[in-house]
T-cell receptor
């Protein structure tokens, strides 16, 4: 079983709609969580950190559910430029160097 | 500009010919890391470093070496490249508690 799992998609979303997807992690000791965005074969770019209380950054909302061991990302009012692969990243506080990546969820926003 | 710089961006080489991919960061980050990305497998960690002269294996270290003699540099060395090391490679750096910043990637082909 992979340590970090994501639905690969693609999630086909009409422009202006809302899309949400999850990422599950297997290590209950995981402490830090991030969402990255990756455009086709380019470098991943940090989208947002995920905090215990949940956090919002413009149209993006991230949530953490420790009991069920998953994090979520919600994108409101989707733009064409949101089309990308979204990577979930998990790390342990006492092993900051060792990151675990999900394989990514592809989002395609259509006109 | 804060950045992670990898060189070269593209490299075609022959089996068995030693090569080095350089990585440099200008953010005074303690943590640096190397990943490879292959279709369907996502990002997999090769090696990471917590500080100068401190390195550790990631998930797929076989066939690779690293060194961290200076804080800003973290080269990836392939002593005897093989075709199964054909991949897209990313270097990344971070400070404790923050997300990682990635370099632009190195596309390596071993023939």
């Amino acid at each position: 079983r992979k340590e970090v799992e994501q639905d690969p998609g693609p999630f086909n979303v009409p422009e202006g709609a809302t899309v949400a997807f999850n990422c599950t992690y297997s290590n209950s000791a995981s402490q830090s969580f991030f969402w990255y965005r990756q455009d086709c074969r380019k470098e991943p770019k940090l989208l947002m950190s995920v905090y215990s209380s949940g956090n919002e950054d413009g149209r993006f909302t991230a949530q953490l559910n420790r009991a069920s061991q998953y994090i979520s990302l919600l994108i409101r009012d989707s733009k064409l430029s949101d089309s990308a692969t979204y990577l979930c990243v998990v790390t342990l506080t006492d092993s900051w160097g060792k990151l675990q990546f999900g394989a990514g969820t592809q989002v395609v926003v259509t006109p | 500009e804060a950045q992670v710089t990898q060189n070269p961006r593209y490299l075609i080489t022959v089996t068995g010919k030693k090569l080095t991919v350089t990585c440099s960061q200008n953010m005074n980050h303690e943590y640096m890391s190397w990943y490879r990305q292959d279709p369907g497998l996502g990002l997999r960690q090769i090696y990471y470093s917590m500080n100068v002269e401190v390195t550790d294996k990631g998930d797929v270290p076989e066939g690779y070496k690293v060194s961290r003699k200076e804080k800003r540099n973290f080269p990836l060395i392939l002593e005897s490249p093989s075709p199964n090391q054909t991949s897209l490679y990313f270097c990344a750096s971070s400070k404790q508690g923050s997300g990682y910043t990635f370099g632009s990637g190195t596309r390596l082909t071993v023939v």
